[in-house]
């Protein structure tokens, strides 16, 4: 999990469900690396920044490519960039109460 605020609620309920979760407001790359060297389920970034978003999934994706990845837009790549992509596989839209839903998939 990277982010602040809304990901410190978010890990909180993740692990009242029983799940085991580690948290970062804002990892390194060295941190990242070491992170995804194990055993990960998938990466939630929730921040309010888009470009930092973005910057940290494709850090995620490079790293550990293919991990299942949930990641906060708010702004500027909502309104104009994604409906010039033609290809999104497996793209889905939750907010971050619907994400920790127990039965919720992402």
Do not use: N, W
């Not at 978010?10 to 060295?30: E, K, N, W, Y």
């Not at 941190?31 to 494709?58: C, N, P, T």
């Not at 949930?70 to 994604?82: A, K, L």
């Amino acid at each position: 999990m990277i982010g602040t605020d809304v990901a410190r609620r978010v890990c909180r309920s993740l692990q009242a469900a029983g799940h085991r979760v580690r948290h970062f407001a804002h990892p390194t790359d060295r941190d990242l690396r070491q992170a995804l060297g194990g055993d990960v389920a998938g990466v939630a970034i929730l921040l309010k920044d888009d470009a930092e978003s973005l910057r940290y999934a494709l850090a995620v994706e490079h790293i550990r490519p293919h991990v299942t990845l949930v990641v906060t837009v708010f702004d500027s790549i909502r309104g104009h960039g994604h409906r010039h992509h033609r290809r999104q596989p497996q793209r889905q839209q939750a907010t971050a109460e619907q994400a920790v839903q127990p039965g919720h998939s992402v």
